[in-house]
């Protein structure tokens, strides 16, 4: 993600994230990068999808378009920004979601991620949300 305006970018798939996941988002961050004609520097953490062979050699060969900035080994979460955006996400929208079958979740998440991908919607759902406002009583005069 680029705070706060996007874009965010993302894979998806059964289980835990994982090297394949990650290089499919690298491949993103590259075609981003090329196209805007900067270079991108991306945040990550020593989790094994980011530092197995295969994403080593990826992230060398993209090197000319994508910075890796490795977080230190056992770092808070607090450090990492996408660490409280996963989790007000979950809260706020995951936990939320009513299908009518449990194998339309997956899909649904996916939506929703998809939709977090245009421009200044992160924005929009990160703001603080009103649930349960207390509506003002309307007075009947007598």
Do not use: C
Not at 78 to 92: R, V
Not at 126 to 135: E, T, W
């Amino acid at each position: 993600m680029r705070w706060p305006d996007g874009p965010f970018l993302f894979s998806h798939g059964k289980g835990y994230p994982n090297t394949a996941r990650f290089v499919e988002v690298l491949h993103q961050l590259e075609v981003h990068a090329k196209r805007i004609g900067k270079r991108v520097v991306i945040v990550i953490d020593n989790a094994t999808a980011h530092t197995s062979k295969v994403s080593q050699a990826e992230i060398e060969r993209v090197r000319p378009w994508i910075r890796v900035f490795w977080l230190p080994t056992y770092t808070s979460e607090q450090l990492n920004d996408i660490e409280g955006l996963w989790k007000h996400i979950k809260e706020d929208y995951f936990s939320r979601m009513l299908v009518k079958d449990p194998n339309d979740f997956a899909v649904a998440a996916v939506e929703l991620l998809s939709s977090i991908r245009r421009g200044k919607v992160l924005r929009r759902m990160l703001k603080p949300r009103h649930i349960g406002r207390v509506r003002k009583k309307l007075t009947v005069p007598a």
